[in-house]
């Protein structure tokens, strides 16, 4: 009898788990694996500040979902999931309609035995008046894009602009200091200083060009070590990144952002990147359990709280950190990466018959990339028997092989490097920041 596994989502946990399983039993009657994903490509979510401030181009680093599915034997379904019947084991596929409104697929019913849903997370704008309408969550490779070109925009506007520039103009705030939100501020600052030397030369980039860092805890990279959210801020503060910490947004408006205690900000483009939640359709999936993030709550095998046919992982999934009461293991991708790999073999022994393995999260530290040659963060736990604090290039070095492992996991060894060495070369004979 075959097993039937259905993926939802094809993120850096749902599309390394599909691959995984392809190259294991694809083409054999055990495992029929099938992913389902709204999108045609995948695109590393970690890098997506680097599209939204033109240091990466999508199209050289996205992964095709259908090629991908050839080549690692698994099957892809272009589509969102539109519903769930646990009770008969079927996950509901929306119709797909191109951009000009026109069905590709139709609506399609697709039976399991063991589904995984991997959708990720989302920004959580927390209700706050005039988020969605005027500023850009990087939730995605076509927000991202959509920054850029604004960006891009604003610049050529100030260069032809015969005036003064507006209060607003060249201003940009973003809302959250995670991660996201320091690595496009250090980002920003690096790749328009490069913007402005292909001909752009009425902007003074050091006068007029400012980026303003949002945050309403008492310091950036809340969720990190101190050490890590000091040595970033003292980063930021020689790039001139103004940082507001212990400020909370009330209001964003098409001109800039209100703060609790009535300050306004003017900006022309504002980003937010505090917070995430999982998708809204999950709240209410069948009956499976939530939390307030709308992520769906997992034992240690990674199951549902109330269908053991139905697993979660990545951001969407609520997960325990073993070994620490109470905690949920963070939305981060090695989480993803490693839970992939467990599900790996969790489907090995159900089809041997033996009892499923609880899975324990190893935190191997966190990196924050500050631009080129910047990069802070420790390592710890097995990977270094302890905690090692980096800092400068043998930090970026690590922060960069990060990435090159969700290569891996997709592509091997030779492509991989192929593919490095290609980018390598047409590096140099492209501009080192996308002008469109």
């Not at 705030?173 to 250090?186: F, K, M, Q, S």
């Not at 801020?233 to 103004?242: C, D, G, K, N, Y």
Request: hydrophobic share 45%; aromatic share 6%; glycine share 8%.
């Amino acid at each position: 009898m075959t097993l039937r596994v259905v993926i939802v989502g094809g993120g850096a946990g749902g599309l390394e788990l599909a691959t995984k399983l392809g190259d294991k039993y694809g083409g054999g009657d055990r495992v029929d694996v099938t992913l389902i994903e709204r999108a045609r490509t995948h695109f590393w979510k970690p890098h997506l500040h680097q599209i939204a401030a033109g240091s990466m181009d999508v199209r050289v680093y996205e992964t095709d979902y259908l090629a991908q599915s050839h080549w690692h034997r698994f099957r892809f379904l272009l589509g969102e999931m539109a519903g769930l019947e646990r009770a008969a084991r079927v996950v509901h596929v929306a119709p797909f309609v191109d951009e000009h409104g026109e069905a590709v697929t139709p609506l399609r019913a697709v039976p399991y035995d063991v589904l995984v849903i991997a959708v990720g997370s989302r920004t959580n704008d927390f209700g706050t008046p005039g988020a969605q309408e005027h500023a850009i969550s990087l939730d995605d490779p076509d927000a991202a894009e959509r920054f850029h070109r604004r960006l891009v925009n604003a610049f050529m506007r100030a260069h032809a602009q015969p005036g003064p520039l507006g209060r607003s103009q060249l201003r940009i705030a973003i809302i959250g200091a995670g991660a996201t939100g320091v690595e496009l501020a250090a980002e920003l600052h690096n790749a328009t200083r490069t913007l402005v030397t292909y001909g752009l030369d009425h902007v003074d980039i050091d006068k007029q060009m400012h980026v303003v860092v949002i945050e309403a805890a008492p310091r950036i990279l809340p969720a990190l070590p101190a050490r890590i959210s000091d040595a970033a801020a003292r980063l930021l503060t020689q790039m001139h990144v103004s940082v507001r910490t212990s400020s909370r947004v009330s209001a964003v408006r098409d001109d800039g952002v209100e703060l609790a205690d009535g300050e306004f900000i003017p900006a022309e483009l504002v980003v937010w990147a505090a917070g995430v939640k999982a998708p809204e359709f999950l709240r209410d999936l069948d009956g499976l359990e939530t939390n307030r993030l709308n992520q769906l709550v997992v034992r240690p095998t990674l199951q549902t709280t109330r269908d053991d046919h139905v697993f979660a992982i990545g951001d969407c999934a609520a997960c325990p950190w073993l070994g620490r009461d109470g905690t949920i293991v963070p939305p981060r991708a090695q989480a993803a990466h490693q839970q992939a790999s467990h599900m790996v073999k969790q489907i090995g022994r159900m089809l041997r018959d033996q009892p499923l393995l609880s899975w324990r999260y190893r935190d191997f530290g966190s990196l924050v990339s500050l631009g080129e040659f910047s990069t802070v963060g420790n390592l710890m736990g097995s990977l270094t028997g302890g905690n090692i604090w980096l800092e400068g290039w043998f930090a970026r070095m690590m922060y960069l092989s990060l990435y090159k492992l969700h290569e891996l996991a997709l592509h091997g060894f030779w492509k991989t490097a192929l593919d490095t060495v290609a980018r390598m070369i047409t590096r140099r004979t492209e501009p080192h920041v996308k002008l469109h």
